[in-house]
């Protein structure tokens, strides 16, 4: 039996490297990772013409290894060489990526430490880590030093989890279930009512708040609506509300939505995965008054923080409800709930082991501290600014309103025919071009084209390009005639 244990650890000692191959494949992978930030300023944006990464399939998983060199060709060659390119400035579509270089690195050290953030018991530092990280998200959104929750892996199962809390601590009897009504705008990300879905309760009614000219929430309306349901004896119990909406970066109203919960006794939830953490810049921080009102909040940081992709956060006032909903028994885990000086994740989210994510997040914070991400976060208001101020000045190019964060509209409005077919026609060409990357939208039946600025790497000269694409787009086809529009 010892032949055949020694003859095992022999084949499996390759999984544990010595100090030589390990610099190997560290050097490979250090020069690979610079060389891609090197090169991010020149590729484009968005590549459609080469291919749709079908190399990779020669890479299927085999008895036998493969050198490192060869796995990074495969890399570059089917995966960073097509689509988006969410590390580049030039992404301006959606809600941009970032992937700041020092997140990485503590992505590496917690991959290499492994250790067990789910648990307090288990990883008692990490988890510390975590809660810290959270204590001053919740902080700078004004909720008290008593409010937690969770490290998630994004924005939409940090909607998932305020979901659920809001469920459990405002559903208890059957008829409050079957009663339930949920009020949101159009405008509220598709996150949340997939959450609602998953969360069991699609069956609540939901109502649409209608939106004023700048796609913010009629508080007026919102009230009407509940006073109407709790005249016909159903049961109001959860506001969503957006700081930041995708679609045009709008920050409804929480001063007076915060009221209105409060007096009708309703959880009330606030989406800002894409503007939470503009409340850290001057130029807009007064848009988030009234957040602090707020039972719940969802804040990317993979977004607003620039880290890459992999981190959300939600924030909740009432930890006992959290805990509530999401805290579980397990024989096996009778030691781990020895000890609790602070909550574990794990009795805070759908999560037991875990990634130790808050490494990630924490490094860069501390390493460059929180000046040059309120500068950067400042700078990207001013960009859309900006790129809205020139754009409008392009011949048949017609903007939206004022954006309230850094989201603005724009569009096309040709001189004859069908303007959605126009825009659409401008959001191919945008895509085939490929120098940066934006996306179109439809609202209220119109087709819009967005800029989303929220890249790190987004600066003068990435808007400065942005407007010289357009430009030429639009003047190169000046003549341009389709069967349903004429451009100028
Ligand atoms: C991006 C986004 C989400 C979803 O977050 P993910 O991190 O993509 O899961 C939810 N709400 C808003 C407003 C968003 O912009």
Redesign the pocket.
């Known amino acids: 039996m010892r032949e055949k244990i020694e003859e095992l650890y022999r084949q499996c000692q390759i999984l544990e490297p010595d100090r030589k191959v390990f610099d190997h494949i560290n050097e490979r992978s250090t020069t690979f990772a610079f060389d891609f930030m090197e090169s991010l300023n020149d590729v484009k944006a968005y590549i459609s013409d080469q291919g749709t990464g079908e190399g990779i399939k020669e890479y299927d998983i085999e008895e036998e290894g493969v050198e490192i060199e060869k796995l990074l060709d495969a890399l570059s060659k089917n995966v960073t060489g097509n689509g988006l390119n969410p590390a580049s400035g030039g992404h301006l579509g959606y ?1 941009p990526g970032g992937g700041v270089y020092p997140a990485a690195v503590g992505d590496y050290l917690a991959a290499v430490m492994n250790s067990y953030a789910g648990v307090f018991f288990g990883s008692a530092g990490a988890v510390r880590m975590e809660n810290l990280l959270i204590r001053w998200m919740c902080k700078i959104i004004g909720f008290p030093s008593s409010a937690l929750g969770n490290l998630t ?7 998932l989890i305020a979901m659920t809390t809001a469920r459990d601590k405002k559903l208890k009897h059957s008829d409050e279930y079957k009663n339930a009504v949920i009020y949101l705008t159009e405008q ?2 598709h ?2 009512t997939k959450a609602i879905r998953i969360a069991g309760f699609g069956y609540a009614h939901i109502r649409f708040v209608p939106i004023d000219d700048m796609y913010r929430m009629d508080v007026d309306q919102l009230e009407n609506l509940i006073k109407e349901d709790e005249a016909n004896g159903l049961n109001p119990f959860l506001v969503v509300a ?1 700081a ?3 679609d045009t970066g709008a920050v409804d109203p929480m001063k007076a939505i915060g009221k209105v919960c409060k007096k009708h006794d309703l959880w009330f939830h606030v ?5 939470g953490f503009f409340i850290l810049s001057d130029a807009v921080k007064h848009r988030f008054e009234g957040v602090e009102l707020a039972d719940s909040f ?1 804040i ?1 940081p ?2 607003g923080l620039f880290l890459p ?1 992999g981190v ?1 956060a939600v924030l909740i006032k009432d930890v006992d409800a959290l805990n509530q909903a999401h805290y579980y028994q397990a024989n096996y885990m009778q030691d781990a709930v020895e000890i609790d000086e602070e909550p574990s994740p794990a009795d805070l989210s759908p999560e037991l082991t875990k990634h130790f994510r808050g490494l990630r997040m924490w490094l860069p914070l501390k390493l460059f501290g929180i000046k040059p991400f309120k500068a950067a976060l400042e700078e990207k208001i001013w960009l859309c600014r900006y790129f809205r101020e020139e754009v409008q000045k392009i011949e048949g190019i017609e903007v939206g309103p004022d954006p309230d964060l850094s989201v603005a509209l724009w569009r096309l409005k040709p001189k004859e025919g069908d303007a959605n077919e126009a825009n659409r026609w401008l959001a191919r060409k945008i895509v085939e071009d490929g120098r940066v990357f934006m996306s179109s939208t439809t609202i209220d039946g119109e087709v819009w084209m967005r800029i989303a600025v929220l890249s790190f790497r987004t600066h003068i000269q990435t808007i400065e390009k942005a407007l010289e694409m357009i430009n030429e787009i639009v003047s190169n086809e000046l003549s341009f005639e389709s069967e349903s529009f004429v451009l100028v």
């Open positions: 809600i892996s994004g924005g939409s199962i940090a909607n509220v990300h996150s949340v957006s930041g909406t995708t989406d800002g995965a894409y503007g969802t990317d993979h977004k992709y959300g």
